[in-house]
């Protein structure tokens, strides 16, 4: 175990129970020291290679890691995942499905969310997790190193990438070649309509599919861990958030004292917490200094 060439000696286990929400949540540590990882995440079967080196926090659960690749991705969050390891899959529970049915009954199946990454990423260098069970993104992870978890890798951090994801629900590998292929070309008749369908994946900009901005991932990923509806619901319900208006990188910000939240990650939390739901604004004024 890795735990040896860190120079850290083995320890047991630890087993701690905590709340999450409506469910318990069973958390699994290894030993008293926890560790941070520097991954490296590719999609498979796509050249020239998408990809992202992330550096993430160890004591977190395979939802957050979910989140944290969404983020990193920039993909939108509304389909199914899994993680697959030998003999496990760690993905949401169906209940539709008897144990055993969809992935064999010598694999065991984990909930995401209660499920610690230090457990697995500890033993297994290189594992897979497929997004949108339709189109069948399979990303590549490969864990590059381990690390002390400090207080300066409690917050996911990219340290490099490559390109723009393909759109969501473009068809799979196929259906992103053909996709590639209409763009790339300006006497191709369905180009100015794919570009158009794919603004909803860049938020109105023109999909380029070499673009990448280390900086707009990281300040994606500063909010990823919260980028739950349990988060939503604990940040914006109850007594709600309280702050000053700030000037954030490029639109306006609400700073607390605890963290500054951007105009797009209060949307992206309401929209977790569901549509329909209730929200009230209210802004008491400062006097102008002018």
């Known amino acids: 175990m890795w735990l040896e060439e860190l120079g850290i000696p083995g320890q047991d286990r630890i087993e701690e129970s905590a709340g999450k929400g409506d469910k318990k949540s069973k958390i699994i540590l290894v030993g008293e020291i926890i560790l941070a990882y520097q991954i ?21 659960t ?6 944290i690749i969404q983020s990193s991705f920039d993909w939108l969050s509304y389909h199914l995942y899994k993680f697959d390891f030998p003999k496990t899959v760690i993905t949401e529970p169906d209940n539709s499905f008897a144990p055993g049915e969809l992935y064999g009954e010598d694999v065991t199946e984990l909930d ?15 594992f897979e997790y ?8 399979i990303h590549k992870i490969v864990v590059e190193k381990q690390m002390k978890d400090t207080k300066r890798n409690s917050v996911p951090e990219c340290l490099g990438g490559a390109r723009f994801r393909p759109p969501e629900d473009v068809g799979g590998i196929s259906g992103y070649g053909n996709f590639i292929e209409s763009i790339n070309n300006k006497k191709h008749p369905e ?14 900009y023109i999909y380029d599919p070499e673009y990448f901005n280390i900086n707009e991932v990281n300040r994606k990923l500063y ?6 509806e349990y988060s939503a619901i604990e940040i914006l319900a109850g007594k709600g958030l309280t702050g000053k208006i700030h000037w954030g990188w490029s639109d306006a910000c609400i700073k607390t004292p605890e963290k500054i939240y951007s105009m797009q990650q209060l949307g992206d939390m309401l929209l977790r917490i569901g549509t329909d739901s209730i929200v009230t604004i209210k802004v008491k004024p400062v006097k102008s200094r002018y």
């Open 130 to 137: 497929e997004y949108d069970f339709g189109d069948g993104w």
């Open 191 to 204: 180009r100015k309509e794919n570009l158009d369908w794919a603004e909803k994946d860049t938020r109105g």
């Open 112 to 126: 995401p969310e209660i499920t610690i990454i230090n457990k697995f990423l500890d033993v297994s260098r290189e």
């Open 40 to 60: 490296k995440i590719s999609l498979k079967e796509i050249k020239p290679e998408i990809w992202r080196r992330l550096r993430i926090p160890g004591n977190i």
């Open 223 to 228: 909010y990823a861990l919260e980028n739950d």
């Open 62 to 67: 395979f939802q957050q890691l979910h989140q």
